[in-house]
Nanobody, 125 residues
């Protein structure tokens, strides 16, 4: 069983930056594809970014492309989401997710078997 814990959320002004971290425990996730999703009030949970197990491939939602990056440190069992040029519409709870079967980088929630509890990101205008 894998446990995922997100951290790094908070309150930031529009245009600012935050770095979210996802710490995995219980099992190494170095062979897993990983993703980030977010859930804003009144909206469906939506895909943000994904990274392959090696870190060699990444995939982003159009809404964050060019502003967010995703990277990982497999030696530390950590995955990061660097968020720059934040906008009020980025306000949401951000979740880390793990795909142990490496079913391809995807925006589909169904391929991710493990989820964290989320961290709140609030961007003020």
């Amino acid at each position: 069983q894998v446990q995922l814990v997100e951290s790094g959320g908070g309150l930031v002004q529009a245009g600012g930056s935050l770095r979210l971290s996802c710490a995995a425990s219980g099992r190494t996730v170095s062979s897993y594809n990983m993703g980030w999703f977010r859930h804003a009030p009144g909206k469906e949970r939506e895909f943000v970014a994904a990274i392959s197990w090696s870190g060699g491939r990444t995939y982003f939602a159009d809404s964050v492309k060019g502003r967010f990056t995703i990277f990982r440190d497999n030696a530390k069992n950590l995955v990061y989401l660097q968020m720059n040029s934040l906008k009020p519409e980025d306000t949401a709870v951000y979740y880390c997710a793990a795909d142990p079967y490496r079913r391809g980088l995807s925006s589909g929630r169904e391929i991710y078997d493990y989820w964290g509890q989320g961290t709140q990101v609030t961007v003020s205008s």
